[in-house]
Every structure is written in structure tokens, then in C-alpha cells.
DNA sequence: GATTGAATAT
DNA sequence: AATATTCAAT
């Protein structure tokens, strides 16, 4: 019975980056205020191939415009143009960034944090530090985890108590559940030991991981350094599970698109903001 | 005062 | 539904 599951989690433990490998992941997510605020000397646009924007706002968002003028492109937080009161004084802050969008990469990132933390050092500062994204902010960390450990009792509750012949680990339950598959959490793996709080027979996790998260990247030491990779607009995909997890094999999306091998390295964004929601979307750049 | 975690709001 | 933001407790 454990053994099963230990086999599974074993398998998955070796996936498990070593701090050092988590750690050089730099992710880049400009923070939109730090754009502004420093004026964005020149974040060097890697020019993707043809940007189809088109019919939409260039602008936008977080980084890297390209035109040195970035000082109203923001809609302001208040009446951006409508009010006129505020006049002009203190643009960037108070900004709101957009929406961070959880791709399964960036919840991979936050579960592995996780898993080498432990839950109970599992706390968001932590979490954040350890994942190293750039413009992740405490607050996403935070919120995520507290819908992350609603995921987790969640299948706790499932897999001892709910229909009583099913004892099954959690994770394969979720896999084996159709309705309630969330998603983002059900592409990541879950650490076993998350599900059994109480097993003092797991006990071999990791004393703890000093890294040094805080890395040596200040705002002001000159704006214009690493290369922005971050894109805005959501995109979807059919995340491929890495290790085993399968998704839906069969089902693709209509007949418009062209499959293209899982081959995610230049994501193209398509993205249909109903409402104009700027929203942002990191993509993890050969990790994974 | 800073962080956390839950509630609440968008 | 997914994130953000607020709020009380630590």
C-alpha cells in the first residue's frame, strides 16, 4: 500500500530540482512599478517574431516599452484620463500590476518550493524567496498557497474519509477524478508527505534549504539588465505533464489550430481578455 | 512593525 | 473561478 505510493513519490523526488538547480532558475517578471518608476532605460526587447498585436492596445503593462516616453501609458489607477484631478505627481505607485496568471510551470516552481521547505516552513515569504521569480510578490505566494491548501484538504478529506472504499493516494484520486480536477493543481504532483501531516514514518525530508534567495539584483543598480521575459495576456495550453501525469490524451482543441509538438519555448500569447484585464504571464525559460 | 492566514472583494 | 485585497491575530 505505501509502497505504492512510495514508489510514486520516489520517482518524483528525483525530479526534484536541488536547491541550487531551483535556485539560478531566474524567472523574469518585471514589476511594472519598477518599469515606470525607473523609467525603463532599455530593457531590450528580444524582439519575438511578429507580434501580433495588432488591433490591439500596444501598450501595456508591465515592461518594456520600447519608446523611451513611458510615462502615461499606464491607464491611471484613478480615471486615467478622466478625472484629470490628480494631476501629476505621484504616477508609479499605488499602480495596480496585473493579474498574475499561475501557469502550471510557475505552480511547479511553487510546489517544489514547497515540497523543500516543508509545510511548516512553508510560509509565503519563504515560498517566494525560494521560488525566485522576479515581480512575484509575497501576496501572490500568498494567496495561491491558501487556495493550494484548500487543494490539499480538499483530497484529504477524499481520500480517508469520503466514500469510504476509496483509500487510494490522493494524487491518484484527483487524476481519477474528472469533476473536480483542478486544473493548475492536479498537473503538478502532490508531495506525500503534504497529504500525511502526521507520518513519522516519512520523516526524511530536507534539514532546510539556506538558500540565499536574496539575490543581489537591486532596483536602482541600473535598470536596464536582464532581458524582460515576461509576456502579458494569458495563454492557454494543454500543459504536458512532465513525469506521468496525464491529462486528457485524446481531447484537443478545435480543428483551427495547428498541434504543435510540445514544444514550448517562444509561447505565442493569444489571448482573449474579455474584459481588457491586463493580465501577466511568465514563462519559465528551460525549466521545467 | 512585519508576516501570516483566513475572510472578503473584484 | 482565479487573484487581489483586507483584516485580525501573532
Redesign the pocket.
Known sequence: MREEDSNWFSKWEEELPSPEELMPLSQSLITPDLAIAFNIPSPQQPLHHTPPHPPQHPPQSTAHSSQPNSSAEFDSPEGGGGGGGTGSDEPARTL????????PQLHKRFVDAVAHLGIKN???????QLMSVDGL???????????Y?LYLKRMQGISNGGGGGNNSPAALSASCMDPAT???FASSPVPAHFLHPGRPNSEHFLPFVPVAAMQHHHPMAGAGHHHPQLQQQFRHFGNSPPNGQFEHPFVRQSPQQPQRTPHMEDVESAATAKNGRKV?TLFPTGDD
Open positions: 495596480k500590476r496585473p493579474r498574475l496568471v499561475w501557469t512553508a510560509v509565503p515569504k519563504t515560498i517566494m510578490t509575497r501576496e501572490n505566494v500568498a494567496s495561491h498557497l491558501q487556495k491548501r483542478d486544473h493548475l501577466l
